[in-house]
């Protein structure tokens, strides 16, 4: 089956081409067959269009809303320029799956959609506003273009999540704004720690009950889960992506009470100090200079630039005081598992985040960090550290494409 994996963020719409069934799950021989993204979705567009094998199609125009943009990928993938071999008409896309940022306390899992999913996807607008209203309009492109009988999928980014107790999801806030408002953790990168979680114990050749590990998404968006049964007991994400690790362009942790004192020293509104903190933050706001971990690394070594140093510093003193928190919270792990574009391919950030647990009888294998794992699968700790330390790169749009195949099959 063609899967097409859709992600529908506000202003940029992604997606994979994915050819997968029950058979290649088991063999592990799903294909990608093309992918691409379309960006600055409201103005004037970058249109990134890729086959597997081929060189990619870039251009620009301008795309006025999400509608449009499914419209432009899926008139791509069907015609005869793209060169996908396993494509010649629409009807060769055989079901869609969307990445859906909040499923609120509703979506425990991944589901079909029907009416009422899509008005429970709906209902969750409030506590996603910027995402969920562009998953629900990437939903209805499709089923305006490709008709109600295509069947799609909502892969929840915070599915995975449902599953932490009530010390870990509550806040100490006044009860009833949880009863009346759901005020709570929900978690988000759900499918991305459900998927290294998977990896790990398939790696490993144990069953999910066994699977006791921290989890770490390390891209520009980043997230720590503590997995524990094989099921999340906590994560640093929280009612919005915006707790946490520091991120790219996020704050991460803070003090609440900054909101306020920003918004009247710097004559903004409550929204304005928000966005801020969403957008202007982070490796970005330390810095002066990028949210790019990469260029960050360049400047510390090439022009020894401080700020790059001291973003570069407090990203990983954080990382490390959250596993710190989590290793306490279930108890000790079996391993700490490095992922997201940040987490698999470097190799100095992990060293520095794992140099403050070398107490703990931590040790990387110097060798491996180094070279072997690069951007791959496998562990890259010594044989005697007491936690052992891998990379798994993450793939959401796999796993969002194999829920979507099941839920068919089901
Ligand atoms: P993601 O959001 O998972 O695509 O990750 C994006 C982040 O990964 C950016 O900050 C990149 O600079 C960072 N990244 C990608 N490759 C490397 C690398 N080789 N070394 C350090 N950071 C990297």
């Known amino acids: 089956m063609n899967i097409l994996v859709l992600n529908c963020g506000s202003s940029t719409l992604k997606f994979q081409l994915i050819s997968t069934d029950s058979e290649k799950i088991e063999n592990h021989s799903d294909q990608r067959l093309a992918h691409g993204q379309i960006e600055r979705i409201g103005g004037a567009a970058i249109i990134t269009l890729k086959a597997e094998g081929k060189s990619p199609k870039r251009s620009a125009e301008p795309v006025r809303d999400i509608k ?173 992506p915006l707790e946490g690790l520091v991120m790219g362009t996020r704050s991460g942790d803070i003090d609440p009470a900054i909101f306020e004192f920003i918004a009247a020293k710097e004559g903004l509104s409550v929204q304005e100090a928000e966005t801020l903190l969403n957008t202007q933050s982070g490796l970005l706001g330390i810095s002066g200079l990028t949210n790019d971990m990469r260029e960050l690394l360049a400047e510390a070594e090439e022009n020894n630039d401080r700020r790059s140093k001291i973003a570069i510093e407090i990203f990983c003193y954080r990382v490390s005081k959250y596993i710190g928190a989590y290793l306490a919270a279930i108890n000790g792990a079996d391993a700490i598992v490095f992922s997201g574009g940040i987490g698999e391919n470097s190799p100095y950030i992990r060293s520095l985040i794992c140099e403050r647990l070398n107490w703990l009888g931590v040790r990387l294998d110097k060798e491996k960090n180094e070279v072997q794992t690069n951007g791959n699968e496998g562990i890259i700790s010594i044989d005697g550290s007491s936690i052992n330390i891998y990379t798994i790169p993450t793939n959401e749009e796999l796993l969002i494409a194999r829920d979507t195949v099941r839920l068919i099959g089901s």
Not at 94 to 113: D, K, P, W, Y
Request: net charge negative.
């Open 68 to 240: 449009s943009a499914v419209e432009i990928v899926l008139r791509w993938i069907a015609s005869d320029e793209s060169g996908i071999e396993q494509v010649s008409s629409l009807s060769d896309i055989h079901a869609i799956g969307h990445r859906v940022v909040h499923g609120g306390e509703h979506f425990t899992e991944s589901v079909l959609i029907d009416d009422e999913v899509l008005h429970g996807i709906e209902d969750c607008i409030d506590l996603a506003p910027l995402h969920n209203p562009a998953n629900v309009a990437g939903i209805n492109a499709i089923r305006n273009t490709l008709g109600k009988g295509v069947p799609q999928a909502a892969v929840f980014d915070t599915a995975f999540h449902q599953t932490l107790p009530e010390i870990a999801y509550l806040y100490a806030l006044p009860y009833q704004f949880y009863r009346r408002h759901k005020i709570r953790r929900y978690g988000f990168h759900g499918t991305s720690h459900r998927y290294i979680a998977y990896r790990y114990r398939n790696m490993l050749n144990i069953p999910r009950e066994n699977v006791k590990i921290l989890t770490l998404h390390l891209g520009n968006g980043c997230s720590i889960a503590a997995i524990k049964d094989g099921k999340s007991f906590d994560t640093s994400m929280g009612l919005t």
